[in-house]
């Protein structure tokens, strides 16, 4: 089974000022897609917090997926973007683009969102927006390829030959 791994990026949730909404909806998606969540984080908005964490389920392999949910606007403490790209290896710029493409035929103002997705050893990175509502609609669009990239990366899968 898939592990994932889930981060909230969240200054009031981190401080307990606010009910953390958008990582239960990850939570309740994933399951339905038949993914193990393995670990659930509500972290301040904190450049090196959010990286080194990232991190650590990347290097310790204990998630193939990372998603996380908050901090991607342009509120000058929105940083998930710059501490993601701090510790990927390789972008995965695509998975940006087709929540950003489908979003936009919901709501223009998901062109607001910098979120950014990559890769740091076996584990795939993604940024989703912080409202439960554009984590529903970015996740349940993107989460049907999701499968086949993870299989390539981990080597389960030979390539994209069908
Ligand atoms: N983790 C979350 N749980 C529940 N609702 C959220 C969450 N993140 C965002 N929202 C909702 O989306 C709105 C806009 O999100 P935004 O990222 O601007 O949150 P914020 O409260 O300004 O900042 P922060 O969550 O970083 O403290 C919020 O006002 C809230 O209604
Ligand atoms: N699908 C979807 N994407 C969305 C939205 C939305 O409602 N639906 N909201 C946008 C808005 S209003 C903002 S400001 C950005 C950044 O959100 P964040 O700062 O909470 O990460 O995500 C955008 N992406």
């Known amino acids: 089974m898939k592990r994932v791994a889930i981060i909230t990026s969240s200054d009031t949730g981190y401080r307990g000022e606010r009910e953390d909404l958008s990582g ?7 399951e339905k897609n038949g993914y193990e969540v393995v670990s659930e984080d509500v972290l301040p908005d904190d450049r090196k917090m959010l990286s080194e964490r990232m991190a650590e389920i990347a290097d310790s392999g204990t998630a193939e997926l990372i998603l996380t949910t908050g901090g ?10 710059e501490a993601t790209e701090d510790i990927i290896d ?3 710029p695509g998975i940006p683009e087709a929540m950003r493409a489908y979003s936009m035929t919901i709501t223009k103002r998901a062109m607001l969102s910098r979120s950014t997705a ?11 927006p912080g409202s439960p509502k554009a984590v529903k609609e970015s996740l349940e669009y993107i989460i049907d390829a999701l499968g086949h990239g993870i299989e390539i990366m981990t080597g389960e899968a030979g390539n994209c030959a069908r």
């Open 24 to 30: 239960p909806a990850i939570r309740e998606i994933v």
């Open 72 to 81: 991607t606007g342009f509120s000058p403490r929105d940083i998930t973007p």
């Open 90 to 92: 390789r972008r995965v």
């Open 118 to 128: 990559g890769i740091r050893k076996k584990t795939l990175i993604i940024n989703l």
